[in-house]
């Protein structure tokens, strides 16, 4: 059982777009969601993480919204560049367990 | 500051070989997560380990892999045995504290079973 689901699988924006990815979870015990950014051949990076007591978090042109009824979040990358192409994952945990991550969106970024 | 050290970066072993994937985490974590990726999917969890204790095992299949993290040294994942399916790249994550700390991960090593 997918416990984040994720999507869409893969996006294409044009530079100077906004990228959208989405996470919906079913278990409200989760209490940290991160997203990270993974390049090809190396280890996913982490770019920003929120907590559920916030329904947004900015760090630069990357933003997450947070929505605690609906169970979903999402990343916004604004002005996006080609240097942003990579695969993005969203996470959830909760204290003292295991992180369980989506299943990934493959982003193109078209200059 | 190092981060999460793995090596081998690559592992070539034929079928039937014993495979050893190890993690040294960042300086200060004594929290190790393995983590397991297809090409074009997601990151399947594995194993969730603490100092000589494994917290987590849940998503390591039962026959054939093992894992540890001792007292001194870095985790080892061991894979027995191992076949076709097995290649994958292979990724360790550390935090100082488990879940809600956030996870540094190595590039990971690319295993080939030929």
């Known amino acids: 059982q997918q416990q984040v689901k994720q999507s869409p699988q893969s996006l294409i924006v044009q530079k100077g777009g906004i990228s959208i990815i989405n996470c919906a979870y079913e278990n409200t015990a989760f209490d940290y969601f991160p997203w990270y950014q993974q390049f090809p051949g190396k280890g996913p990076a982490l770019l920003i993480a929120?907590?559920?007591?916030?329904s947004e978090k900015k760090e630069g042109r990357f933003t997450i919204s947070f929505n605690k009824s609906a169970k979903q979040f999402s990343l916004h990358i604004m002005d996006s560049q080609p240097g942003d192409s990579a695969t993005y994952f969203c996470?959830?945990?909760?204290?003292?367990?295991?992180?369980?991550f989506g299943t990934g969106t493959s982003l193109t970024v078209i200059p | 500051n190092a981060g999460v050290m793995q090596n081998p970066r690559h592992l070539v072993r034929r079928r039937g070989q014993e495979a050893r994937l190890r993690c040294s985490p960042m300086k200060g974590h004594s929290h190790v997560y393995w983590y397991r990726q297809l090409p074009e999917e997601g990151l399947k969890f594995m194993v969730y380990l603490q100092k000589e204790n494994i917290i987590d095992e849940s998503g390591m299949p039962k026959e054939r892999f093992s894992a540890e993290f001792p007292k001194e040294g870095p985790s080892i994942l061991r894979i027995q045995q191992v076949v076709r399916g097995d290649s994958a790249a292979y990724f360790c994550?550390?935090?100082?504290?488990?879940?809600?700390?956030?996870?540094?991960f190595g590039n990971g090593t690319r295993l080939t079973v030929t």
């Open positions: 996470a959830a945990s909760t204290t003292g367990n295991q992180f369980y």
């Open positions: 929120i907590r559920p007591d916030v």
């Open positions: 994550a550390s935090t100082p504290t488990g879940g809600t700390s956030p996870l540094h």
